[in-house]
C-alpha cells in the first residue's frame, strides 16, 4: 500500500528557516498534484502551496516569497522549502498527494500523518 512520510518539522525562532519533506513510498505507478497544507489550533485547515507533475506552482498570500515547493519524481518526493518563519506560520503541516498505484487506473487522494512546525517569538 502506498503510504505518505513527512519529516522536517521541529522548533523554530522567527526569520529561521526548515525543509520538510514528503515521501509516497509503496507500488507507484504515477503521482499527479501534491501539496502541502496546515492547521494551526482554532483554525481550518489552509493550503499552503501546491504542485503539479509538470512543476506549476501555487502558493497562499500569506506564505508566498518565502515559501517555497518543489519536488523530486526520481524519489517520489515533496519539499516545502520554509524561509523567514513567523509565529503565526506554526501549525501541523501536511502534505497531501494525488497517487495512482502500480496496478491501477484509478488515482487517490492520500494524506500525510503530519508534522508540527513551532515558531517561538
Known amino acids: 500500500q502506498v503510504q505518505l512520510v513527512e519529516s522536517g518539522g521541529g522548533l523554530v525562532q522567527a526569520g529561521g528557516s526548515l525543509r520538510l519533506s514528503c515521501a509516497a513510498s509503496?507500488?507507484?505507478?504515477?503521482?499527479?498534484?501534491m501539496g502541502w497544507y496546515r492547521q494551526a489550533p482554532g483554525k481550518q485547515r489552509e493550503l499552503v502551496a501546491s504542485?503539479?507533475?509538470?512543476?506549476?506552482?501555487n502558493y497562499a498570500e500569506s506564505v508566498k516569497g518565502r515559501f517555497t515547493i518543489s519536488r523530486d519524481n526520481a524519489k517520489n518526493t515533496v519539499y516545502l522549502q520554509a524561509n523567514g518563519l513567523k509565529p503565526e506560520d506554526t501549525a501541523v503541516y501536511y502534505c497531501?498527494?494525488?497517487?495512482?498505484?502500480?496496478?491501477?487506473?484509478?488515482?487517490?487522494?492520500?494524506w500525510g500523518q503530519g508534522t508540527l512546525v513551532t515558531v517561538s517569538s
Open positions: 497531501k498527494a494525488d497517487v495512482r498505484g502500480r496496478f491501477s487506473i484509478v488515482a487517490v487522494e492520500l
Open positions: 509503496g507500488s507507484i505507478g504515477s503521482i499527479h498534484d
Open positions: 504542485i503539479t507533475s509538470t512543476g506549476l506552482t
